[in-house]
Nanobody
Framework: QVQLVESGGGLVQPGGSLNLTCAAS????????TTWYRQAPGKEREFVAS???????YYSDVVKSRVTISRDNARKTVYLEMKRLKPEDTAVYSC?????WGQGTQVTVSS
């Protein structure tokens, strides 16, 4: 059974940090890029960051100075390190690999 499971979300104050994890099982994880998306209430889903199988990274202009994406193919895991979080970063963050999606993890930035 193919699964992508995100974790690491939570409530954090503005300026804080969170490290999200996307763990894959039931599939090979080193063939395609893995991408993080987010969706805030009432808004369209938007691209956050992506990392190719070889480690090349791409970032949304909105977050690029505050986010780092990385992957560990041996562990079938992709990480999203987020710093200097803002209230507008509040959203459900989901990872995508090929046709597969995780259930998402909630990130709430609030004082």
């Amino acid at each position: 059974q193919v699964q992508l499971v995100e974790s690491g979300g939570g409530l954090v104050q503005p300026g804080g940090s969170l490290n999200l994890t996307c763990a894959a099982s039931g599939l090979t994880f080193d063939t395609y890029a893995t991408t993080w998306y987010r969706q805030a209430p009432g808004k369209e889903r938007e691209f956050v960051a992506s990392i190719t199988k070889s480690g090349q990274t791409y970032y949304s202009d909105v977050v690029k100075s505050r986010v780092t994406i990385s992957r560990d193919n041996a562990r079938k895991t992709v990480y999203l390190e987020m710093k200097r979080l803002k209230p507008e970063d509040t959203a459900v963050y989901s990872c995508n690999y090929e046709i597969y999606w995780g259930q998402g993890t909630q990130v709430t930035v609030s004082s």
